[in-house]
């Protein structure tokens, strides 16, 4: 039976990921027109591994549900070299490295502290090897995810919201989070902080700060 709630939980949040990346694209597409917003992967970690004393520099990406970037790095030349691996790039195994700007995770029903861990440990790596990244949790459902563990294992997010602090009702639909932002005034509103603070990450900095 937690075999078939946990598949559920998966269908669903595989559609609204669907969805939240077509409603986030639709708010940035004016400001930000060179801007992509898809799921895919990025470079995690970087290490070097020995194999029988040949050395070997490695390359780990990880898959994420959205990313938000403009730039992409061509890595034709590390893709032929002998003593470099790259474990499966994004894009197909394309030529082109993703430079993320902004990062977000997802889950439907909340999240168990062993994910927030995960995770967190995941935004952390990402935010090793891209400094200007932000690394988001977005939760359609905050469920039993409370504060006190959002804050305690969730330390390396940059931004941590649920877009509603309930449990799930029933199936998700293709469509469904779109429907509910045109009648959902809470809702919406909820969302447009959530892109607002995408867009700030976005936006050129008329600043002298490095960081």
């Known amino acids: 039976m937690e075999e078939l709630s946990l598949e559920k939980q998966s269908r669903d949040e595989e559609i609204w990921n669907d969805d939240l990346i077509i409603a986030i694209q639709k708010k940035l597409e ?35 549900d959205i990313i938000i970037y403009e730039e992409t790095m061509d890595i034709t030349d590390l893709q032929n070299a002998e003593n470099i691996k790259l474990h499966k790039n994004n894009l197909r195994n394309s030529t082109d490295l993703i430079i993320p700007q902004v990062i977000c995770e997802l889950k439907y029903n909340g999240i168990t502290s062993h994910g927030l861990i995960i995770y967190s440990d995941y935004a952390a790596q990402i935010k090793s090897i891209f400094p200007d ?78 960081k």
């Open 133 to 210: 990244c932000k690394y988001f949790l977005a939760m359609k459902y905050k469920k039993s995810s409370t504060i006190n563990k959002l804050f305690r294992h969730g330390r390396h997010f940059d931004k941590i919201i649920a877009f509603d602090n309930g449990k799930s009702k029933g199936k998700y639909k293709k469509g469904d989070f779109l429907t509910e932002l045109e009648n959902n005034s809470d809702l919406r509103d909820i969302f447009e902080e959530f892109v607002d603070e995408i867009k700030k990450v976005l936006r050129v900095k008329k600043t002298y700060f490095m």
């Open 30 to 64: 004016s400001e930000f027109t060179k801007i992509k917003v898809i799921k895919g992967k990025v470079l995690k970690d970087i290490f070097l591994h020995n194999e029988k004393g040949n050395y070997s520099l490695q390359f780990g990406f990880v898959d994420q």
